[in-house]
């Protein structure tokens, strides 16, 4: 009979880390990841901005896009449930409180950096300096237009 414990006792194992696998994430964990987010697309967004305008590195270049458009299309408005108004993460939460209320503005927001975000990878393929500048401008007006919206000044 001792032979039956063992899987008995790996099963409970198994049923408990499920549970805890399933937990909700705290809202300080929430806030701290949604800022690492938007700091990597930030530092991304720099970098392109640095290339273009000095010494362009088509690879760097073509590698921050990458990193961009991935976050962008990560599902990022899952990082903002409700719970998340106000705290801190890394630093208090620059959201403002609006963000929470008009779901249907977030995410034509969303879509469009995504967009914006998809079409800078494209093309910063091309090399072309100007189509990536322009690109990059396009980028930054959908990162813009969420701040303008939903973001409390730092």
């Known amino acids: 009979m001792p032979f039956l414990l063992v899987p008995i006792v790996a099963l409970a ?16 964990n929430l806030i701290k990841w949604r800022q ?5 697309i930030a530092w991304n967004t720099g970098r392109i901005k640095a290339s273009v305008d000095g010494n362009y590195d088509k690879d760097d270049v073509i590698k921050a896009a990458n990193t961009i458009a991935a976050l962008a299309n990560t599902g990022l408005g899952s990082l903002f449930p409700a719970g998340t108004e106000t705290g801190k993460g890394w630093h208090d939460t620059t959201a403002k409180p609006e963000l929470f209320k008009d779901g ?7 879509a469009n ?5 998809n079409e800078l990878a494209k093309v910063a393929l091309t ?3 100007g189509a990536i500048k322009e690109q990059h401008g396009k980028l930054t007006k959908a990162c813009k237009a969420c701040h303008d919206n939903f973001r409390n000044a730092s």
């Open 13 to 28: 194992a198994l049923a408990s880390s499920v549970a805890v696998a399933q937990q909700a994430p705290k809202p300080e």
């Open 113 to 117: 950096f995504a967009k914006e975000a």
């Open 36 to 40: 690492s987010a938007y700091q990597v």
């Open 104 to 110: 249907a503005k977030v995410g034509e927001l969303n």
């Open 127 to 129: 090399g072309d300096v």
